[in-house]
Nanobody, 124 residues
Framework: QVQLVESGGGLVQAGGSLRLSCAASGRTFSSVAMGWFRQAPGKEREFVACFLYSGKSTYYSDSVKGRFTISRDNAKNTAYLQMNSLKPEDTAVYYC?????????????????WGQGTQVTVSS
């Protein structure tokens, strides 16, 4: 398994930006598919974005497309989620995921390793 540690969450006003980081260890990072999910209070964990292995293929949920960007730095074994034009509805705990099982990348069950989460709060 891959060990994941998220950071970068916080409180920001609507329209602002944050960059989340996910530091990975335990496996060669360049071979790892990485994803970001989020869970708001009282709601199920939902897919936000991911890239597959080489990082050339990226996927986003419709709710964040055009505002969020997922990226990776292989030298630092770190994945990032740049979040711009934040909205109050983006408020959630954001989780990094790895060990993709190869199917249904938007499903939580498709990922085998998770970080502890980082809180993002967007005020109106």
């Amino acid at each position: 398994q891959v060990q994941l540690v998220e950071s970068g969450g916080g409180l920001v006003q609507a329209g602002g930006s944050l960059r989340l980081s996910c530091a990975a260890s335990g496996r060669t990072f360049s071979s790892v598919a990485m994803g970001w999910f989020r869970q708001a209070p009282g709601k199920e964990r939902e897919f936000v974005a991911c890239f597959l292995y080489s990082g050339k293929s990226t996927y986003y949920s419709d709710s964040v497309k055009g505002r969020f960007t997922i990226s990776r730095d292989n030298a630092k074994n770190t994945a990032y989620l740049q979040m711009n034009s934040l909205k109050p509805e983006d408020t959630a705990v954001y989780y990094c995921a790895a060990d993709w099982h190869g199917t249904a990348l938007r499903a939580t069950t498709a990922w085998g390793s998770w970080g502890q989460g980082t809180q993002v709060t967007v005020s109106s």
